[in-house]
């Protein structure tokens, strides 16, 4: 059907768009009925454009319409799709939304390979193609959560012509560090994400798969291809993702360099992102060029956000500015916007203007042996506290606050470390505690029951690449491996990805230091078509056995508590 007017929009389905290499992509585009030239509002993913989001996520559409219902409010909702905008509430505004299945994916032919190099120079060829058609104003800008963040970050890097801005909401900007390999420890996201997510909706599923509310179509092309073929025709990204253990080409080319990224943005992360997006947002906010660039916190699942009026207004006031030339204020928004978090689910908005804040004061928690104690200064004792790596590990707390205190920024810690072989997995948790012992969790991206912040780190990876590291954020090279000796501590400096919380007083602070993923103590909470357990890290969890072998990875680990190698974690405190 092409430019048939629906809901006062013309729309077109599946508009061709024909690739450097020849191949055709496919896309539906929704415009304004009156003629005239529009800027564009562009998404490029593998999730099917005509797949719609109720039908899609049935659990999700169901959680955000009851418990914001400002977001079917002035629509239909006929078009609303997972993680991109509702087309309803754009194009009466004189926008032109237009939305591309990937290469391999939805209506779109060819072979699968999410966030390949191919898929990159894809998504550059759509924004040029956007730019020249007789209804564009020229000026492009990508918009979406998630998969349609990360790519835009990658195209971004390629500075295209027509690209005006970006809005990043909730994207990972390394492909190792941030979606595969946390601290060198292989991440399952990608083994629930792709089998469930993306291979349902590649070209050529047809049949098996649903067909468009909107057309009647199959929303993976006219076809039905055998199993094999399928296989053949798409990127096996996790067996690709294990046989590179460490960050190489593979990885590389599926990052962006974010220093060559110029153009305005809008970088909108989730505190309770940990283990993907989150630490994308805030490292293209610090290293990317541009001299128009804002960071933006918020909480809540992974999607509510974007959809509800407090995004959907934030977004708009981005956009009118930068590719209207509107005056929507966007002029004298603070380069940096907060929602602080207090405990139960708490948020008070904030502005600032940098990242991290320059008011910080960096200070050094120190793990005392003795009591299990976090305090300020060096533990006086020598000694040497083992714990089992299938264990709930070793636990440091804070005595009760004598007076609230706000954490607010990125981490780092530096443990000593030993194991009875020759590697360890460290992974940390910062957690707070209420005066009954009730541990304060808030509803992450994926998680309803997510701790204040997460760490990292195999000791074999250890090596840091000093060009990047900053002090209160250690960057490891990931480019080798360097054993432990049996018995012999190692230093290791940790990452942890940022955080918020304004603890009152009364309320105890905790570092937990283990060898295997966090559990939260209520046991696993339980939803609707989640096919993985939510035992505080969503899908985000780290115990594939090849990449983690137990002959290794189950033992007995230690820290090392000595006169000249204290440990201690540094935290971002906010004075009042």
């Known amino acids: ?283 293209a906010f610090m290293r990317a060029a541009s001299a128009q660039k804002w960071l933006e916190f918020h909480g809540d699942t992974h999607w509510t956000h974007f959809y509800t009026d407090y995004g959907l207004q934030l977004q708009k006031r981005f956009f009118g500015h930068f590719l209207k030339g509107e005056r929507t204020g966007w002029d004298k928004q603070p380069r940096v916007q907060l929602q602080v978090r207090h405990p139960g689910e708490k948020f008070i908005l904030r502005h600032e203007n940098e990242w991290p804040l320059a008011r910080t004061t960096w200070t050094r928690f120190y793990l005392d042996p003795a009591a299990g104690v976090l305090q300020p200064e060096p533990p006086a004792r020598q000694a040497v506290l083992s714990y089992d790596s299938s264990g709930d590990g070793l636990t440091f707390s804070t005595p009760p606050l004598s007076e609230p205190l706000e954490i607010t920024g990125p981490l780092s810690a530096r443990l000593h470390i030993s194991s009875a072989t020759i590697d360890a997995d460290v992974f940390l948790i910062l957690r707070v505690f209420a005066p009954n012992g009730d541990e304060v969790v808030f509803q992450g991206a994926h998680d309803p029951h997510t701790p204040i912040a997460f760490g990292w780190l195999r000791a074999s990876r250890r090596k840091l690449d000093m060009t990047r590291s900053l002090p209160y954020r250690p960057y490891h090279a990931h480019d080798e491996e360097q054993p432990l000796v049996p018995g012999e501590p190692v230093g290791l400096d940790i990452e942890l990805w940022s955080t918020s919380i304004a603890i009152p007083a009364g309320y105890r602070l905790a570092l937990t230091v283990r060898g295997r993923d966090y559990e939260y103590p209520g046991g696993p909470a339980k939803m609707p078509g989640v096919p993985f357990p939510l035992s505080g890290v969503g899908p985000y969890l780290h115990a594939d056995a090849g990449n983690r072998p137990p002959s290794i990875f189950q033992a007995q680990n230690a820290i090392h508590f000595e006169r000249d190698s204290s440990n201690w974690i540094m935290l971002p405190i906010i004075p009042s």
């Open 1 to 283: 059907m092409e430019n048939e007017i629906y809901d006062d929009m013309r729309i077109e389905f599946d508009a061709p768009i024909e690739a450097d290499d020849g191949l055709v992509l496919r896309a539906d585009v929704y415009r304004p009925a009156a003629a005239g030239r529009y800027p564009v509002i562009m998404s490029y993913g593998p999730y099917a454009k005509g797949m719609s989001f109720p039908d899609s996520r049935p659990y999700a559409w169901k959680h955000l319409a009851e418990g914001h219902p400002e977001v079917t409010q002035g629509s239909s909702n006929r078009y609303q799709a997972w993680e991109v905008v509702d087309p309803e509430k754009w194009v009466p505004d004189g926008y032109a939304v237009v939305r591309v299945d990937s290469r391999g994916s939805g209506r779109s032919p060819g072979f699968l390979d999410p966030w390949s190099p191919r898929e990159t120079r894809d998504l550059y060829e759509c924004i040029e193609w956007a730019a020249r058609q007789p209804w564009c104003s020229g000026k492009v800008g990508l918009n979406g959560i998630s998969y349609y963040a990360m790519n835009a970050w990658q195209v971004a890097a390629l500075n295209p012509p027509h690209l005006a801005a970006i809005c990043a909401w909730e994207g990972a900007a390394d492909h190792y560090r941030d979606v595969c390999y946390h601290g060198g420890i292989f991440c399952q996201f990608l083994t629930n994400w792709y089998a469930r997510g993306v291979i349902p909706m590649q070209h050529g599923y047809g049949g098996r798969g649903s067909r468009s509310p909107l057309t009647g179509d199959l929303v993976t092309g006219p076809e039905t291809l055998p199993d094999e073929a399928l296989a053949e025709n798409r990127n096996d990204i996790v067996a690709s993702a294990l046989a590179h253990p460490l960050e190489d080409d593979y990885h590389r080319a599926r990052s962006p360099e974010l220093e060559r990224i110029t153009v305005p943005f809008l970088s909108a992360a989730n505190w309770g992102g940990h283990a993907l997006h989150l630490r994308g947002n805030t490292e």
